[in-house]
């Protein structure tokens, strides 16, 4: 029988009679991925439709199908070739999107205007329901994301909102759907205003954003909103201010490019490769394993075997450490800057994260990097201790944003990492905005200490990890996919240790006195 199969039917068998968490501690799992199938020729009919609404322009498309080409071929159907050549020098790359690219762009409006002679300084909220130009756009082989921002008032017969500032939309389109096991997953209340239009879709508030769930042309799409729900006030976003804003954005959707590709497959699990090599020091608890007491209404963490990515460690050198920056004098097995490493994914917050059995956590991971040595001959300061992308990446982050977030866009992934911490204006000075492109390893800044102000929590890095599901970007425990990633920068492979037994008396959902402020939703507040 295959080496393969072997070893997952033997940690299924595991986890079955040892319900622990890392139950077969000698594998990590990479995640399982569905692949979707576009219905190009429903996408070729709907722009059809919408291109004959300015017939001046019609005849600058060729419907007809090019049969002696394969249907996964772009040529197959020029039509979406002379879109893509139109729409890309406003959404850079937009022909790399296997799947349909639906954006708040009335692409038949603009071309027909560009026809009669507009200056190529027209005013694009014009054709774009007023939203103003894309803050953010990226297109690869696994769909595409855009970030669109509306003023406040602007938008004739928009209603009045206390909000003060521009209200961010994001839109999200993918090929790619991670599979998570989603107690949460697939509820919603249907929209009426927009039923006939999206019959499908669902609205839900889910971790931090109002959402708006639909599939179009076989591919599924979601809208979202950072809101809270809650009264109105003008520096946070109630999402009942949200609602109209994302509906606006919703009936302005048109076809604006993407392009056929090769069909995909699913992807299988399978088991995660690492070094073969034991390391002579590195010791971590099981995923799961947090911090007795520390986790939210009396529970406890949440075990995931996943490394739901292949990275480079995010922190420049080892050694670094994975602890808690906020329980950590609950640990029972040594200070915080040592070995065993211990997961706090779920760790007590008021963030809602529906992988954690409370519903509430941490959204990531706290590390710290290791002290520098008393004979350091290589000019080590604790001060600027170097993060490092993950990964070759896009970055999402607008100015003053306190955090930075990476994109993958593959023909295998599609997956965020999040980096919390670093000085806001520091990023701004060193150009860390939306769009641009990172290389692995690259350094991208310096741990630090930086939570809502300077010195507002404790020099470590914040890190975390979201993939797109059908509800749309979603919190994973990245812990797993840590540990991988530290075992592949020093070459050895760690020793699970525990789980680490915890006092029954102290009370779970208590927070520490550092923690139980007010958090707010925004980025930054309490992680």
Not at 335 to 347: G, L
Not at 357 to 385: E, L, M, T, V, Y
Request: net charge neutral; with cysteine; aromatic share 8%.
């Amino acid at each position: 029988m295959n080496r393969k199969v072997v070893s997952f039917v033997s940690c299924w068998l595991a986890a079955l009679l040892l319900p622990l968490p890392g139950a077969c501690a000698d594998e990590f799992r990479t995640p399982s991925i569905s692949a979707m199938r576009v219905e190009w020729r429903a996408v070729l009919e709907q722009l059809r439709q919408e291109i004959n609404a300015q017939p001046a322009i019609a005849q600058s498309f060729t419907f007809a199908r090019q049969r002696r080409v394969p249907a996964s071929d772009p040529r197959s159907m020029p039509a979406l070739v002379q879109l893509n050549a139109m729409t890309s020098t406003i959404f850079p790359g937009i022909a790399r999107s296997p799947v349909p690219v639906l954006l708040p762009f009335d692409t038949a409006s603009y071309l027909d205007a560009r026809q009669r002679g507009a200056p190529d300084s027209l005013s694009l909220q014009r054709y774009q329901a007023d939203f103003r130009p894309a803050d953010f756009f990226d297109a690869g082989a696994a769909g595409y994301d855009a970030v669109f921002s509306l003023e406040p008032g602007a938008g004739d017969g928009m209603p009045q909102r206390t909000y003060a500032k521009p209200v961010e939309v994001q839109i999200s389109g993918s090929i790619l759907v991670y599979d998570l096991v989603d107690r949460l997953g697939g509820k919603g209340e249907a929209v009426k205003p927009l039923a006939a239009q999206f019959p499908d879709m669902r609205r839900f508030i889910r971790e931090g954003y109002v959402r708006y769930a639909f599939s179009r042309f076989g591919i599924p799409y979601v809208v979202s909103i950072q809101c809270l729900d809650s009264a109105t006030r003008p520096k946070r976003l109630a999402c009942r201010e949200a609602y109209p804003v994302a509906e606006r954005f919703l009936k302005a959707l048109r076809i604006t490019g993407g392009q056929p590709s090769r069909p995909r497959n699913d992807i299988a699990s399978d088991v995660a490769e690492r070094p073969a090599a034991p390391s002579p020091d590195f010791t971590y608890h099981p995923s799961g394993d947090i911090i007795a007491n520390s986790g939210g209404r009396k529970q406890g963490g949440h075990a995931d075997i996943t490394a739901y990515s292949q990275i480079r460690f995010p922190l420049e050198k080892a050694p670094a450490f994975a602890h808690s920056q906020s329980f950590a004098k609950r640990k029972s097995d040594g200070p915080a800057d040592s070995y065993p490493w211990q997961d706090n994914f779920c760790e007590a917050r008021s963030f809602e994260v529906g992988q954690c059995a409370s519903g509430f956590g941490h959204q990531g991971q706290d590390i710290r990097p290791g002290a520098c040595p008393a004979d350091s001959k290589d000019g080590c300061d604790p001060k600027q201790q170097a993060i490092v992308a993950v990964r070759d990446s896009i970055v999402i982050r607008s100015p003053q944003q306190q955090a930075a977030t990476l994109q993958v866009n593959t023909t295998t992934e599609h997956v965020r990492f999040r980096y919390m911490h670093m000085n806001p204006s520091v990023m701004d000075a060193e150009g860390l905005l939306n769009g641009r492109g990172v290389a692995e390893g690259e350094k991208i800044g310096v741990v630090s200490n930086y939570l809502d102000h300077p010195n507002g929590t404790s020099r470590h890095l914040h890190f975390d990890v979201q993939v797109f599901t059908r509800d749309g970007w979603l919190w994973v425990n990245p812990y797993t996919t840590l540990v991988s990633a530290y075992e592949r920068l020093i070459r050895g492979r760690g020793r699970e240790i525990g789980p680490e037994p915890g006092p029954a008396a102290a009370v779970a959902h208590a927070l520490p006195d550092d923690v139980a402020h007010h958090i707010d939703i925004q980025e930054g507040g309490g992680n």
